[in-house]
């Protein structure tokens, strides 16, 4: 087996790309080569309103043939937020309103259908930085200077916000309690997340997004069902945040920063924290990849060492495989497969 180059999950100075686009086609507002601010607009769209449907019938209590009698709207009206769809009894006392402010679209079996108005949606760049690549019509990519850390699981589209750590070791559970308004728009960073609460709270609290180095499997559905945006750096369960990535999240606690879980289409995206260190206007290089060496930080990545740090010592193969030697940070010597490291550049 011959020894592939290995991506790091930790850089403390990098540049990346990140892509920019809208959830439908619309007006680009940026060209290649462009500096853009993290909050500049880039991009804008219009994106057509939802069809809400109403039970008519069922909401009065009568027949669906008594539907038509009890309209207060025609099909083509606008209607407001809170204006009445439908009357019925002495005095209109039972009466239907409308939660959203759209266009009434259909009435048929008893159901009236309204379209929610057009939303008007504006891209911002999220990052600091130039735009390398316009995408006709979608958005662009920006590049920008981070230090950046690659999570092996996450959820959610990116989002921005500062960083504020609520725990202050990697094998530290992260308390419900800790997550409070302080937290909102925050980019909240812990240990281990293995309590329902502190994803119930972060989604109260409007949290940008929750960094943590182990979660517990079944909070994963949890997390998504809430529409919150999570990155994990570790592993699922009990995993403790690796102590190189907590120190340098904690470098940057109170800076701006851009998580995002990750996606599989269009492109496979994985979920990652990126914490702009400013534009610097000149020639970007990106270090490639490349094999471990001796002397590298590595993680390991398989039991009985999951989560265990430590620095190559030697590098060989044995019968078609690259086997490794690490000395791990407790002083023990182990030989690990090639592909169970990760290395902490």
């Known amino acids: 087996m011959r020894a592939e180059p290995v991506a790091s999950r930790l ?26 601010r993290a909050e500049d607009v880039i991009a804008r769209c219009e994106v057509p309103g939802r ?5 008519l019938a069922a909401e009065l209590g009568i027949a669906v043939g008594r539907v038509p009698r009890s309209l207060r709207v025609t099909v083509g009206q606008e209607v407001q937020a809170g204006e009445v769809l439908a009357a019925t009894g002495l005095m209109g006392w039972r009466t239907v309103r409308t939660p959203v402010a759209g266009r009434v679209a259909e009435v048929a079996a008893g159901r009236l259908f309204i379209e929610e108005l057009p939303q008007k949606v504006e891209l911002q760049a999220l990052l600091p930085g130039q735009v390398s690549r316009v995408i006709p019509g979608w958005g662009a990519v920006i590049r920008a200077t981070v230090s950046r850390v690659v999570g092996v699981w996450g959820c959610g589209e990116p989002l921005s916000g500062p960083l504020v750590m609520r725990t202050q070791r990697g094998d530290e559970t992260l308390q ?13 960073v812990g240990g281990l997340c293995l309590d329902n609460r502190v994803l119930l709270r972060a989604a109260r609290f409007r949290v940008s997004g929750l960094v943590v180095g182990g979660l517990a499997e079944h909070l994963r559905a ?8 999570v990155m994990v750096t570790d592993g699922l369960g009990a995993v403790p945040m690796a ?7 904690a470098q940057h606690e109170g800076r701006q920063a851009l998580v995002s879980g990750g996606r599989s289409e269009p492109a496979a995206e994985p979920p990652a924290l990126s914490i702009p260190l400013g534009s610097m206007r000149g020639p970007l290089h990106v270090a490639p990849e490349r094999p471990l060496a001796v002397g590298d930080r590595v993680r390991l990545t398989r039991a009985p060492h999951l989560g265990a740090l430590g620095w190559v010592r030697t590098i060989e193969e044995v019968d078609g495989q690259t086997r490794v030697g690490v000395r791990l940070e407790s002083g023990e010597i182990t030989t690990v497969d090639y592909r169970n490291l990760e290395r902490l550049s």
Not at 243 to 249: A, K, N, Q, S
Request: hydrophobic residues 45%; contains cysteine; glycine residues 10%.
């Open 11 to 36: 850089y403390v100075q990098t540049v990346v790309e990140q892509e920019r686009r809208l959830p439908e086609a619309g007006e680009v507002l940026v060209s290649a080569g462009d500096w853009v």
């Open 51 to 55: 069809v809400r449907v109403i039970d």
């Open 176 to 188: 419900w309690i800790g997550i409070d308004l302080t937290c909102r728009g925050k980019i909240v």
């Open 222 to 229: 949890k997390a998504k069902e809430l529409g919150l945006v």
């Open 243 to 249: 102590g190189p990535i907590l120190e340098l999240l």
